[in-house]
């Protein structure tokens, strides 16, 4: 069974660009939570999808925004980008029924200059 | 909100010793799941805990729930240096994953 994956691996953005980042889960799972990592901030949670629908948000200004697609593939989407979004930026997908496994994708690193 | 808390923060050990640590919450998780992330990668699940009283193993990896199951514990047996790396606790919140803050591993060869 193919793991989580996230598009691009690495990126690097100017100061009031946009930037969209993907996510593909593990087939079956229709949960998906993004992460935001910095250097001694742990991992922030940013927001959880399920079958299409937010249901979970994290304390994040509205330039963070996210979707799910049908085919539970993910995007978040990260608008009027400033230095400090620079981070490693994490996908997790979960079933969330019966078992509460949740597994990461290898995470973007998103560098904004 | 819910927080775990992790002990210790950071530990430097001899290689081949054994490792242990631990995750307490303010609350009871009936679930709990230990990772551990590499420099610029994203947290592996090692362990998933579901059974109280019972200890789960990966390799050398073991963990259990505590007595209260507030807590958990993972221990680490003759630790090798690629056992370097941050570990975290999670319990699932409400459609959310509540995280530990980490214990950072380094290994003296």
């Known amino acids: 069974k193919a793991g989580v994956t996230q598009t691009p691996r690495y990126l690097i953005k100017t100061r009031g660009q946009q930037v969209t980042l993907s996510c593909s889960p593990i087939?079956?799972?229709?949960?998906v939570s993004w992460y935001q990592q910095t250097p001694g901030q742990g991992l922030q949670f940013l927001f959880e999808?399920?079958?299409?629908?937010?249901?979970n948000k994290g304390n994040f200004p509205g330039r963070f925004s996210g979707r799910q697609f049908s085919n539970s593939r993910s995007e978040m989407n990260v608008s009027t980008l400033e230095l400090g979004d620079s981070a490693l930026y994490l996908c997790?997908?979960?079933?969330?029924?019966?078992?509460?496994?949740?597994?990461f994708g290898p995470g973007t690193r998103l560098t904004v200059t | 909100g819910q927080q775990l808390n992790q002990s210790p923060q950071s530990m430097f050990i001899q290689e081949g010793e054994d490792v242990s640590m631990n995750c307490t919450s303010s609350?009871?998780?009936?679930?709990w799941l230990w990772y551990k992330q590499d420099p610029g990668e994203g947290p592996v699940l090692l362990i998933a805990?579901?059974?109280?009283?019972e200890l789960t193993s990966n390799g050398r990896l073991t963990a259990q729930f505590g007595i209260t199951r507030k807590d958990s514990f993972l221990n680490i047996s003759a630790s090798i240096p690629s056992d370097v790396g941050i570990y975290f606790c999670?319990?699932?919140?409400?459609?959310?994953?509540?995280f530990g803050t980490g214990t950072r591993l380094k290994v003296l060869a």
């Open positions: 087939s079956g799972h229709r949960s």
């Open positions: 805990l579901y059974k109280a009283g």
């Open positions: 999670a319990g699932p919140g409400t459609y959310k994953y509540i």
């Open positions: 999808y399920f079958s299409e629908t937010q249901r």
């Open positions: 609350s009871i998780f009936n679930t």
């Open positions: 997790a997908s979960s079933s969330w029924t019966g078992t509460y496994e949740q597994y």
